[in-house]
């Protein structure tokens, strides 16, 4: 989903990573948003000014190209478009300036007509598009981002507005196809408490607490569409998950069942355990990774001329999975495909250095993003002041979201243009 738009007002376009690309394939988007398109370089502005107003373009210096989009851009972006940051989207063929943007919580669109690598969507924009056409495409199907994030999110989009992440993980030889239903935001970055699929991912695994599990059956639904989606191309005779360690409750049994069940295909996780209790990948390198749960894995059976679909909750570095599909090889799988609810993000960082985040209506004090177990619903509580206090205060999740996005926009409410351009 775009992750803080409201509604999809205007477009802020790094026009410069698309080579020649003639101004009028921009047309059909500037015919349905505003847009506003920056370069660094005096040849493509020329090309510009032959198709656009100058209220329609910003020049930035070549070497602050490098840190664009800053405060100030986006600043300037907003004055001319006359647009909110809750209402703009950045567009650009260039990874490292959608990262950049991702400091904004606009939203942001890829354009990249190659496979993605996992570095590279370890830092996931909200959209992917192969080109321009592509993204007019989407764009008019009201495609808001990545399908798990779309199913889960309690805005209720509709869950074919949702794009899958396709992409093949390598690792040296090692070469696996992958499939991501969405982006996980972790404690320390600051989309944490922002983004309800990561929520809901962490909180269905909390052996204990009345929200465990409580999302088992969408997030079956959602493997299950994708392994629907894969059978157009492949034949696939079993799944199973990633094994639980020893003494550990497995909390896929119920899931894999149920991807078994919607899909007539065998549930093999029965066979596929773990023989020892490795220690914690938390902090370790990604060579550490793989050494450390390298052999941590058995399977009892034949598999011979068989594909098999690997499903895991949160792809981080990849090398528990690399140990599972060798294992799987082993005996005698003819392929392996992996599918992730989603995909780790490395750490973000905010553009301000307040973060942003839902303030109690009491006491001031940053809100956490909790779940009721019952239906599913999310709100957001102050259990670290209020609670203890016995003034218990919670949020709906839609009213919240408003108040963030009401701050979120007051940010740059009285941005001036003497701002320093240094400033990013």
């Excluded at 020329?46 to 602050?64: A, G, V, W, Y």
Aim: hydrophobic letters at 35%.
């Amino acid at each position: 989903m775009f992750r803080c738009v409201t509604q999809l007002k205007g477009l802020i376009i790094d026009i410069d990573g698309f080579g020649q690309l003639n101004p009028s394939d921009w047309l059909p988007l500037t015919q349905k948003y505003a847009c506003i398109f920056i370069s660094s370089s005096d040849d493509v502005i020329k090309m510009l000014e032959t198709k656009f107003p100058s209220k329609n373009i910003i020049q930035i210096e070549r070497f602050i190209k490098l840190f664009a989009p800053s405060k100030k851009t986006h600043g300037n972006a907003l004055r001319q478009l006359n647009l909110k940051t809750s209402e703009v989207a950045y567009v650009s063929a260039n990874h490292q300036f959608i990262s950049n943007a991702m400091k904004f919580l606009s939203g942001t669109i890829w354009i990249n007509s190659s496979s993605p690598t996992y570095q590279e969507v370890s830092t996931c924009p909200d959209l992917i598009c192969d080109n321009i056409n592509d993204l007019v495409e989407a764009l008019n199907k009201e495609v808001t981002g990545l399908f798990g994030e779309v199913v889960v999110n309690p805005l209720k989009f509709s869950a074919r507005s949702g794009f899958i992440l396709a992409l093949n993980y390598c690792e040296g030889e090692f070469e696996i196809p992958l499939y991501a239903a969405g982006r996980y935001f972790g404690y320390d970055h600051y989309m944490s408490q922002l983004h309800p699929y990561s929520s809901a991912i962490y909180l269905n695994k909390q052996t204990g607490k009345k929200y465990y599990g409580s999302f088992n059956e969408i997030f079956a639904k959602i493997y299950s569409s994708i392994i629907n989606m894969l059978k157009k191309d492949n034949s696939i005779q079993c799944v199973c998950h990633v094994p639980t360690r020893p003494g550990k409750e497995d909390r896929f049994r119920t899931i894999t069942a149920q991807i078994a069940k919607d899909n007539s295909i065998e549930d093999i996780s029965r066979n596929f355990v773990c023989i020892k209790d490795y220690p914690s990948q938390k902090n370790l390198s990604a060579g550490d990774r793989y050494n450390n749960v390298k052999d941590a894995f058995r399977f009892q059976g034949d598999l011979k001329e068989k594909t098999v679909v690997l499903i895991d909750d949160v792809m981080t570095t990849g090398s528990t999975i690399r140990a599972c599909i060798e294992q799987l090889q082993k005996h005698g799988a003819n392929s392996v495909l992996v599918i992730v609810l989603a995909i780790n993000q490395i750490d973000g960082s905010y553009w301000a250095s307040a973060q942003p985040f839902v303030h109690c209506p009491n006491c001031d004090a940053k809100m956490h993003l909790l779940v009721n177990s019952n239906n599913q619903s999310f709100f957001y509580s102050c259990y670290e002041r209020c609670l203890p206090n016995k003034a218990w205060k919670s949020l709906p999740f839609v009213a919240a979201r408003e108040q963030l996005v009401d701050r979120v926009n007051s940010e740059f409410l009285h941005l001036t243009t003497s701002s320093s351009e240094t400033n990013l």
